[in-house]
């Protein structure tokens, strides 16, 4: 039997949300569970130091449930922990590995069955800052719903808790360890263990994927001029420049056009169908991967997906949301370049793809100038970084 209801009426929400449109009752029930999304002002805990430089602002946390050391390391812990699948042998960690960026190098990531999922692994870099968490399921804005996917979805499974839920209560709470950090994240519960525990612990460890020191970061807002090469620097140029036209989706802080924080804590979700398929001629995507049409029926959204940050994107191959083109270099040259990847298919351009896709040509020099100012992008004290790493691999 289940020890909390709520958290039992989020699952159920989470494990249909897929099959129902916007703003159905499912929906809408996982947004009143957790109140104060929206929040974020008020929300940071003042005790917590969140290490940003000065230029970096400071992500939105919701009111009920604002951050601590001790929850970040109580949600560290579960993040790597295998137990918390019905194998013993995946955890978060599985699909978000923190040498790749935090994602997995699969085309798509396997669950305990061995069945695939539909779509590739998204990096976890800066998460924080993101409207929403999937590639093109717009209900899912919150980290604490998010974690409930992979612990208990069906369709595919992942983790395959669904219905084990005691078991890991249990062994969670035969575990000194696991029963110290409970107690000290959660004081005004006494420390209980249940399912809005352990997501609130989750999501408050996720906050803390922060990466904003490499190469370029330094350059760019730090000052440092020789903080990257001069091919670099005209890969920049390139980058942001009219030709090419990347910048329009990918810039700001997060090199996404998806992004909140405590000032900017309701800008909205943004999708974009790049071309990357069009089956019929009149840009049909394969399924199950239609997009956010999923959710808002409307034909014009097919293959809308939304925008990835380009943070650490050398470490994330292979890329897009089916994970179907394995290099950068591809990515430039045989997609965005030929007006979306449908052209190398043998199929026409699609005629859904964003406006901004209209191909351009490239230079041999000139790639290899983009691919050096995207591999600046890399920061390895994120991917390499103790606080982040798995606390089960640490010698104490």
């Given at each position: 039997?289940?020890?909390?209801?709520?958290?039992?009426?989020?699952?159920?929400?989470?494990?249909?949300?897929?099959?129902?449109?916007?703003?159905?009752?499912?929906?809408?029930?996982?947004?009143?569970?957790?109140?104060?999304?929206?929040?974020?002002?008020?929300?940071?805990?003042?005790?917590?130091?969140?290490?940003?430089?000065?230029?970096?602002?400071?992500?939105?946390?919701?009111?009920?449930?604002?951050?601590?050391?001790?929850?970040?390391?109580?949600?560290?812990?579960?993040?790597?922990?295998?137990?918390?699948?019905?194998?013993?042998?995946?955890?978060?960690?599985?699909?978000?590995?923190?040498?790749?960026?935090?994602?997995?190098?699969?085309?798509?990531?396997?669950?305990?069955?061995?069945?695939?999922?539909?779509?590739?692994?998204?990096?976890?870099?800066?998460?924080?800052?993101?409207?929403?968490?999937?590639?093109?399921?717009?209900?899912?804005?919150?980290?604490?719903?998010?974690?409930?996917?992979?612990?208990?979805?069906?369709?595919?499974?992942?983790?395959?808790?669904?219905?084990?839920?005691?078991?890991?209560?249990?062994?969670?709470?035969?575990?000194p360890v696991y029963r110290q950090l409970f107690a000290a994240a959660f004081p005004k519960t006494r420390g209980a263990i249940n399912l809005t525990a352990i997501v609130r612990a989750l999501a408050a460890f996720e906050r803390t994927l922060l990466s904003f020191d490499s190469p370029y970061d330094r350059y760019k807002y730090g000052g440092d001029a020789n903080a990257i090469s001069d091919q670099a620097k005209r890969g920049e140029a390139l980058f942001f420049g009219e030709r090419l036209k990347c910048g329009a989706c990918h810039s700001?802080?997060?090199?996404?056009?998806?992004?909140?924080?405590?000032?900017?804590?309701?800008?909205?979700?943004?999708?974009?169908?790049?071309?990357?398929?069009?089956?019929?001629?009149?840009?049909?995507?394969?399924?199950?991967?239609?997009?956010?049409?999923?959710?808002?029926?409307?034909?014009?959204?097919?293959?809308?997906?939304?925008?990835?940050?380009?943070?650490?994107?050398?470490?994330?191959?292979?890329?897009?949301?089916?994970?179907?083109?394995?290099?950068?270099?591809?990515?430039?040259?045989?997609?965005?370049?030929?007006?979306?990847?449908?052209?190398?298919?043998?199929?026409?351009?699609?005629?859904?793809?964003?406006?901004?896709?209209?191909?351009?040509?490239?230079?041999?020099?000139?790639?290899?100038?983009?691919?050096?100012?995207?591999?600046?992008?890399?920061?390895?004290?994120?991917?390499?970084?103790?606080?982040?790493?798995?606390?089960?691999?640490?010698?104490?």
């Open positions: 039997m289940w020890k909390d209801r709520a958290a039992l009426a989020l699952v159920l929400a989470i494990a249909f949300s897929c099959l129902v449109p916007l703003k159905t009752r499912a929906a809408e029930a996982t947004e009143v569970q957790f109140r104060g999304a929206d929040s974020g002002q008020r929300a940071s805990n003042a005790e917590f130091l969140w290490n940003l430089p000065t230029w970096a602002p400071r992500p939105v946390v919701p009111a009920d449930n604002p951050m601590s050391t001790a929850k970040v390391e109580l949600g560290r812990r579960l993040f790597y922990d295998r137990e918390m699948s019905a194998s013993g042998m995946m955890a978060c960690a599985t699909c978000h590995e923190q040498e790749k960026a935090f994602t997995d190098g699969k085309r798509v990531p396997v669950g305990i069955s061995g069945a695939p999922g539909p779509r590739n692994a998204m990096s976890l870099t800066n998460v924080a800052y993101l409207p929403v968490l999937t590639w093109a399921n717009p209900t899912l804005t919150r980290l604490e719903l998010q974690a409930l996917r992979p612990l208990f979805g069906l369709h595919p499974v992942e983790m395959g808790m669904n219905g084990r839920e005691d078991q890991i209560f249990a062994r969670l709470g035969a575990d700001g802080v997060n090199l996404t056009d998806n992004l909140v924080h405590v000032a900017r804590p309701r800008a909205p979700a943004v999708f974009h169908n790049t071309g990357l398929h069009n089956l019929d001629g009149k840009g049909a995507y394969p399924s199950p991967n239609h997009g956010i049409r999923e959710f808002t029926k409307l034909p014009a959204d097919e293959g809308r997906m939304r925008t990835p940050s380009l943070r650490n994107i050398a470490l994330t191959a292979p890329y897009m949301h089916d994970g179907s083109i394995a290099t950068l270099r591809d990515v430039v040259r045989l997609h965005y370049a030929q007006q979306g990847y449908a052209v190398e298919r043998g199929q026409e351009p699609s005629p859904l793809r964003n406006r901004l896709i209209g191909g351009f040509e490239i230079s041999e020099p000139e790639l290899q100038d983009l691919l050096a100012f995207l591999d600046a992008l890399t920061d390895t004290g994120f991917v390499t970084s103790p606080a982040l790493s798995d606390p089960y691999m640490q010698v104490n």
